[in-house]
């Protein structure tokens, strides 16, 4: 929740509605009785009237005098407040049998205290209505509304922590990352005893990761545990067009901070306001510098009992002001990597907590299938399963919606409406058969799940393949045999029709890509030796490759080229020589894919058993003494 009290838009322009009425019926009521008279009447043409015998009554008032004919119309005319209207009426020439009952009927009206009191309204009312206005912007300026005075108010969402709603229950598969902040903690529950110790606690905790790794959930379930208020605020919100802006808002948050200490200040991608300052091509950005200059003062500005501990989340730490990481501020960093299988286990355990699970799903399974999701992949997996089994009709998510879900994640929804020729199917079954036996025969390669011919995405078909287990260095040997793997298909099909498809395009970029990556970053060639040629520029403010400097000859260049053509050449002649070898297990597999389309992993191994025992890492050379 967020107590910091909000305008209400409806209750306001019900306000404003109600002044504008209120002023326009005082116009209207003031007006009201001009819009009676035509033209202009005169004192002595009512005397005239009334010796004619045209009138049949007057309304005599302290300032004017409704005068009514016999033919309905009525007439106004203004008098001297201080003068007797029917003593002028004499005077010029009015007898008293003009004026007689039978004749006109004069009826006096007592003067009334209303006109006074509405021509004092009408002088004091625009006073109290710019006096109200003012007074109406300054409350909306100290509740931190949307009016003119607010721009400099703090946006951030103050969250108490007496019901906490993540806890460190609710975060999985970033353990270190949880022990890491346990002692923070421990801090804003007992500060006492950190303090008489003499300890200082980090001011300043920054969580590093890819994107869906869990750092704003981790934030949260720090606040969850120690049950204080938590504000949340992202960089851009401090970023305004207007110069000292942001300043104004680091402040103010700062200060709510205070009010509300123990408490948790957590700034979501805190790289849009905290950039190397003074990088760019155009220059400085001075209410970013501004409002980051700020923000080093009020973290470095803390008292050692003042117990507010600032969080934040970025995946770019490496365009971060060193300012911002040197002991006193962002001094602690947390990384939050991508889980393992493990992690993913308990990960997928978090997000099915209320769910109706079939007996059969084992997500044991279902982690190992998962290689490189982080918390976010995982999340929506499962809610993709539960997506399939409401539309299949089912009470329960089945182990076949989650191997779907993972499908569609990786290669997209298939596209059964895709109509292809009997010709383009037979090449595609045997593009993708190619792919699968030539991976299956290599002991390297990761294991064949399922192969298919069905459409998803851009893809026509595709085979899956799913290590045994995660992997954090990869081995020249597991690099080449991947990229033997990726020609296969088009190896097959130039073994098995004697021509060539655009079918193989991304493999061939993969392949190329890997190549040249082994060369060049890797240093895995024997003829260029264990160096790295090329250095990879990256501008700051974009934060991506733009450009690749080139520290290295002409010469070099074109052993690079014809090292990375030698690799390539030798992968698609081992993927051929190996589908020569298993010509009838091709065959076999894209004969049994034309007539289910899909195969999976032990069907696959009952058509082709692996020759090779798979081999996870490489074993290490004996040496003799």
Not at 371 to 388: R, S, Y
Request: glycine share 8%; net charge negative; aromatic share 6%.
């Amino acid at each position: 929740m967020d107590p910091t009290p909000r305008s209400n838009p409806n209750r306001a322009s019900t306000i404003y509605l109600f002044i504008i009425l209120a002023i326009a019926g005082l116009i209207w009521y003031s007006f009201a009785g001009q819009r009676e008279q035509t033209k202009p009447l005169y004192i002595n043409q009512v005397a005239a009237d009334v010796q004619a015998g045209k009138v049949t009554r007057m309304v005599v008032k302290s300032t004017d005098v409704t005068v009514i004919y016999k033919d309905g119309t009525k007439r106004t005319v203004a008098i001297d407040p201080g003068e007797s209207f029917i003593r002028q009426l004499r005077d010029l020439g009015v007898t008293p049998e003009d004026l007689s009952p039978d004749r006109v009927k004069v009826e006096i009206v007592p003067p009334s205290v209303w006109p006074d009191i509405f021509t004092g309204i009408m002088y004091i009312l625009p006073i109290v209505l710019v006096v109200g206005m003012f007074w109406y912007l300054m409350r909306q300026s100290q509740a931190g509304g949307s009016g003119a005075l607010s721009f400099g108010k703090s946006r951030a969402r103050m969250f108490t922590g007496d019901r906490p709603i993540v806890t460190f229950d609710d975060v999985a598969g970033v353990d270190e990352a949880k022990e890491e902040l346990q002692e923070v903690v421990e801090f804003l529950k007992e500060p006492e005893k950190f303090l008489a110790l003499g300890a200082r606690i980090p001011k300043g905790v920054l969580l590093v990761g890819p994107p869906g790794t869990g750092k704003t959930l981790l934030a949260k379930a720090v606040a969850g545990e120690a049950g204080v208020p938590f504000f949340s605020i992202s960089g851009s919100e401090f970023v305004e067009m207007f110069v000292g802006v942001g300043a104004s808002r680091v402040r103010d948050l700062f200060d709510q901070a205070k009010r509300h200490s123990p408490c948790i200040v957590f700034v979501d991608e805190i790289d849009a306001v905290g950039r190397q300052r003074g990088a760019g091509l155009g220059g400085s950005h001075d209410e970013r510098e501004q409002t980051l200059n700020q923000l080093l003062v009020e973290m470095d500005g803390f008292d050692s009992d003042t117990n507010i501990i600032v969080m934040a989340a970025t995946n770019r730490p490496d365009i971060l002001d060193p300012a911002l990481l040197r002991p006193g501020r962002f001094d602690r960093r947390v990384v939050l990597d991508r889980p393992d299988m493990r992690g993913r286990e308990a990960i997928l355990k978090v997000h099915v907590r209320g769910k109706p699970i079939a007996p059969d799903v084992d997500l044991k399974v279902i982690a190992r299938s998962t290689p490189g999701f982080v918390g976010a992949d995982l999340e929506n997996l499962v809610n993709e399963a539960a997506i399939l089994a409401a539309r299949r009709g089912s009470k329960v998510i089945e182990q076949r919606d989650f191997e779907e879900a993972i499908e569609r994640v990786l290669a997209g929804p298939e596209r059964k409406s895709r109509v292809i020729s009997e010709d383009e199917k037979r090449i595609v079954a045997y593009h993708e058969a190619g792919h699968a036996v030539v991976m299956n025969a290599l002991p390297e390669a990761d294991p064949v799940h399922k192969v298919s011919i069905i459409a998803r995405g851009m893809a026509g078909g595709y085979t899956l393949t799913l290590p045994e287990e995660d992997r954090t260095l990869l081995s020249r040997r597991k690099v080449f045999a991947d990229m033997v793997g990726l020609l296969g298909g088009r190896a097959a099909e130039e073994l098995v029709f004697d021509d060539i498809t655009s079918g193989a395009a991304n493999d061939l970029e993969r392949v190329t890509h890997l190549a040249r990556t082994m060369v060049t970053r890797w240093g895995m060639s024997e003829t260029l030796g264990p160096l790295v040629y090329g250095k990879k520029d990256e501008l700051i403010f974009l934060g991506r490759e733009i450009a690749e400097q080139r520290d290295y000859s002409e010469a070099v260049a074109e052993q690079i080229d014809a090292e990375v053509r030698r690799l390539v050449t030798e992968a698609y002649q081992q993927a051929h020589s190996i589908l020569q070898k298993y010509r009838d297990k091709l065959d076999a597999v894209a004969q049994r894919l034309l007539e289910v389309e899909t195969i999976s992993r032990d069907e696959f191994e009952k058509i082709f058993p692996p020759p090779v025992p798979k081999r996870a890492t490489p074993k290490p050379k004996e040496t003799t003494a």
